[in-house]
T-cell receptor
């Protein structure tokens, strides 16, 4: 158990809908990262937050947004969902001053 | 641009065989970090090791060992006496250094190598 929690574990929704994925980092970790894992694209970095502020953006679509709250949990919002958004979404956190990231169990999103 | 290449898509071995997973990386940074992660069939990503670019010492942890060679931009992972429980997808990753005592940076992953160990 990495100490990073993600909810829900599975999500099935229809095209055009909006969903919110939630992540709680390990105790004391200020950095939160979101990644998408799909068969064709592999593991891709989406966005990073550090202590409530956006720190870096990767291949994140404009339909996707995220935020980190004062209690350091983070939410990833996916809107106008398309079939191609079906993937495993991981959240990770890292200790301050360290580079290794600890991953949550992931949320498997299926868009039908 | 940073890039990680894991040329071996799938490897199949029989229990007790040794197996080496290859990882080649590209970066213009002089300081960087390399990682290996394991993704078992259950799906979670498990951190195995982090290596700094300025530390080329090989590392051994039980049946696992890592060979970092800056001259060939490689960071290979060897499992000795493989076991069925080693069956998983293994990812090599690269990152830039984060700001001192602050945030880390995003991981750039390779495509992964699927290791199947049969009994």
């Amino acid at each position: 158990d990495s100490g990073v929690t993600q909810t829900p574990k599975h999500l099935i929704t229809a095209t055009g809908q909006r969903v919110t994925l939630r992540c709680s980092p390990r105790s004391g970790d200020l950095s939160v990262y979101w990644y998408q894992q799909s068969l064709d694209q592999g593991l891709q970095f989406l966005i990073q937050y550090y202590n409530g502020e956006e720190r870096a953006k990767g291949n994140i679509l404009e339909r996707f947004s995220a935020q980190q709250f004062p209690d350091l949990h983070s939410e990833l919002n996916l809107s106008s969902l398309e079939l191609g958004d079906s993937a495993l979404y991981f959240c990770a956190s890292s200790p301050q001053g360290a580079n290794e990231q600890y991953f949550g169990p992931g949320t498997r999103l299926t868009v039908t | 641009a940073q890039k990680v290449t894991q040329a071996q898509t799938e490897i199949s071995v029989v229990e007790k065989e040794d197996v080496t997973l290859d990882c080649v990386y590209e970066t213009r940074d002089t300081t960087y970090y390399l990682f290996w992660y394991k993704q078992p069939p259950s799906g979670e990503l498990v951190f195995l090791i982090r290596r700094n670019s300025f530390d080329e010492q090989n590392e051994i942890s039980g049946r696992y060992s890592w060979n970092f060679q800056k001259s060939t931009s490689s960071f290979n992972f060897t499992i000795t006496a493989s076991q069925v429980v080693d069956s998983a997808v293994y990812f090599c990753a690269l990152s830039e250094p984060g700001l001192l005592n602050q945030a880390g940076t995003a991981l750039i992953f390779g495509k992964g190598t699927t290791l199947s160990v049969s009994s």
